[in-house]
């Protein structure tokens, strides 16, 4: 989970998607600035310093594998949950089917949240492979609306091709992470304040009985 100390904040972050859809080299990109067009298909976690706002952040990034048995994925989701801090959620621009399972990956996210009772989860949609724009199967319009219909950021991005754009999905999601911990800890202030208020009132009338 996020800690703040001072000005460095720790973040776990996932990225999550169907097959092929380029979470590897998205992350790759991110870490190396390189593109280097095959990754293999192993899970990994990373730990990457990066300077956000003139803010230091340590980010810890698993770049996860996708289960079609939506059971075990299910099970995957509150493990993910449970450690992240905030979700890339990845599809490519020339595969519907990879964009719909970013649709079913937003509710199991948020469904395992709730069930969990935690705060809103930041996520970060992105679009990859815009490079291969004539093959295109989902028009921009659909992740725009994906996103905020769902109250996500969106991206569209090629790993193969920029850098700057995959460096702004990643400084995005440092945004709403410290965004969501800001409104946490107001929330988390407002509940004592109101827990502390009931306790002197509760204490009044048991005195004035
Ligand atoms: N043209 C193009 N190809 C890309 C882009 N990003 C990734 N690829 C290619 O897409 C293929 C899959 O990329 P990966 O990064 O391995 O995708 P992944 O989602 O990690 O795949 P899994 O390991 O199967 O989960 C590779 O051949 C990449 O070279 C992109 O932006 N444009």
Redesign the pocket.
């Known amino acids: 989970m996020t800690r703040l100390n001072g000005q460095r904040m720790d973040a776990n972050v996932v990225v999550l998607?169907t097959?092929?859809?380029?979470?590897?080299?998205l992350t790759v990109r991110f870490l190396t600035r390189r593109f280097i067009?095959?990754?293999g298909?192993i899970e990994s976690l990373y730990t990457h310093n990066v300077v956000v706002d003139g803010r230091e952040q340590t980010l810890n990034i698993w770049d996860a594998?996708?289960s079609q048995d939506l059971s075990f994925e299910s099970l995957m989701c509150e493990k993910r949950v449970q450690w992240a801090d905030g979700f890339v959620l990845v599809y490519s621009i020339c595969d519907r089917a990879s964009f719909n399972a970013v649709s079913r990956l937003i509710q199991t996210i948020k469904t395992t949240k709730d069930f969990l009772g935690l705060e809103k989860m930041p996520i970060v949609i992105v679009g990859?492979?815009r490079?291969?724009h004539h093959r295109r199967t989902v028009l921009s319009e659909e992740g725009r609306l994906l996103a905020l219909s769902a109250d996500c950021q969106f991206y569209e991005v090629?790993?193969?091709e920029n850098y700057h754009s995959v460096l702004m999905v990643f400084h995005g999601l440092v945004d709403r992470i410290r965004e969501s911990r800001v409104s946490a800890k107001k929330l988390a202030g407002i509940k004592g304040i109101v827990k502390s208020m009931s306790a002197v009132f509760t204490r009044r009338r048991t005195d004035s009985l």
């Open positions: 998607g097959d092929n859809v380029g979470k590897s080299a067009g095959e990754y298909d594998p996708y990859n492979k490079d291969l090629s790993a193969a």
